[in-house]
Nanobody, 126 residues
């Protein structure tokens, strides 16, 4: 199927920045929407930002003006950039993507997929 791998998380001071990435790999035919989610301890997973195949983006109110999302379709990669980080941004960040993949080795059949990455920890110290 399709695998997603996040990278770029870590520890940063409040007010700092981090640039993450999410790489999709596998027998991919097309990727439609990609999303960036986060889950803080004791809280539900929430959508942080999303980007469509034509680069239309949407952001949670809590990150508008601070986070930006871009994607390189040729590399099947999404790049979240987080600026002016706050302690409340501390969470595990997850990548999500959906689209269609080749279900056979001859690439004659396509099936839909929806995949999650394993998550990357972002910790903001105040």
């Amino acid at each position: 199927q399709v695998q997603l791998v996040e990278s770029g998380g870590g520890l940063v001071q409040a007010g700092g920045s981090l640039r993450l990435s999410c790489l999709a790999s596998g027998s991919i035919f097309s990727i439609n929407a990609m999303g960036w989610y986060r889950q803080a301890p004791g809280k539900q997973r929430e959508l942080v930002a999303g980007i469509t195949s034509d680069d239309s983006t949407n952001y949670a109110d809590s990150v508008k003006g601070r986070f930006t999302l871009s994607r390189d379709n040729a590399k099947n990669t999404m790049y979240p950039k987080m600026n002016s980080l706050k302690s409340e941004d501390t969470a595990v960040y997850y990548c999500y993507a959906d689209g269609r993949y080749y279900s056979d080795s001859y690439k004659t059949h396509r099936l839909p997929f929806g995949s999650w990455g394993q998550g990357t920890q972002v910790t903001v110290s105040s």
